[in-house]
C-alpha cells in the first residue's frame, strides 16, 4: 500500500493535516456516524506510532507497524464503552492514568483514541479533562465524536477540531465497489443510506431489500390496523442502525404525501411505497402530514442524541400518533 493512500479515500484533504509533524496533542475528529472516523482515526493512530515517518505517516514495515496491524501495540489505548454499558466510565480513565505518565515501551509516542468522546460520562470527562490541561510528555489524544456540539466547551477548547465531512455519491459508489459483489444492490443502498458509506455497506452486505420490504409491510399494517403496535415498538428499537433509518423512512413517506398533494408529477423519494402515499394523500389532511413529520423528526432527534430514554416507550408514542392521525381504523 503507497503510504499516503487511505482506506477511507474521501478523507485524503483531511489526512494531509497530519503530513507534517505537529505540535498539538489533543484531536477532536468530528462528523455524522457511519463515514469511516474510526477508520482514519486507527490510521492516524498508526502513523503517531511508527517511528520511521514523521507525522501521522505509516510506513507499514517497522515493528511499531507490524504490532498495530496485529492489534498488539502496547503504546496504542483504545478506549470505547464497555461492552453492555452505554457510557465510557471512570474507572477506565483511571486506568489510564499509569500509561499516560509513564514513558513509552517502544521508545515512540502513545496513543489513546477515545470512541466516541460524548459517550464518557461526566466524571469521567471532569478526570480526563485533567490529562488535556497537563499533556504528559509524547501522548497523543485521538477523540472522536459524531455529536460536537453536545460536548463540553471546556474539553473543545483544549483539542484542535478536525471536520470529517460526508464523501459524495460518486466517491461512495466508487468505494462500495471494492467492498461487495452484490453490485446489483449498490444503487438502493447509497439511496438508502443517504451519504454514510459504511451504513451503504453494511446494507448492500446484508439484507437491504428485506429491510425495506419489512418497512413498508409493518407500515401499512401500522395504518391499515394498528394491531402490530406493540411488536413494531419493541422489534425496531433492537437494532439502533436500522432504527434512525426507519424513522428516516417514515419521514420520506410523508414527504412523499405532500408530493401528491402540492406536486403532482415531482418525482418521489420512493416509488415504493407510492401506492401508501397517493393513498393517505387522497384521504388525510396536510395539516396531519405536517404534524406527524414534526413528531417523527423530533423523534429522530432524541434517538440520534444520547438522553436516556427508553426507546421503546419513545417509538410508540410516536406510532400511537401515526394510527391517530393517518390510521385507517380510527
Ligand atoms: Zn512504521
Known sequence: MNNSTVSVPWFEKEKRVFKNPL???AYIFEGVEGIGKTVFTLEIAKGFLCNSLPGAEACNQCQSCRLFDQFNHP??????????????SINQIRKLQEPLYESSFLGSNKVFIINPLEKMSREASDS??????EPPENSIFLLISHRYQTLPLTIKSRAIKVNMNQPDNEQIKTWLNL???HK?????ALLLSKGKPFVAAEMVNFEIDDLRLDFIKDISELIKTGNNLLEVSEQ???????MLLRLEWMSDLLMDCLRHRFLPGQNLTFQDSDSISSYLSQHFESDNFFYLLEKTNSCWNLFNSDTNLRADYQLQSLLVDWIESVGLAR
Not at 480526563?128 to 490541561?133: D, G, I, Q, S, T
Open 128 to 133: 480526563f479533562l485533567k490529562n488535556l490541561e
Open 236 to 242: 425496531w428499537p433492537k437494532d439502533p442502525m436500522t
Open 75 to 88: 503504546d496504542f489505548y483504545l478506549i470505547k464503552p464497555e461492552e453492555d454499558k452505554k457510557q465510557i
Open 184 to 188: 446489483s444492490k449498490i444503487e438502493t
Open 179 to 181: 467492498q461487495t459483489d
Open 23 to 25: 505540535n498539538h496533542h
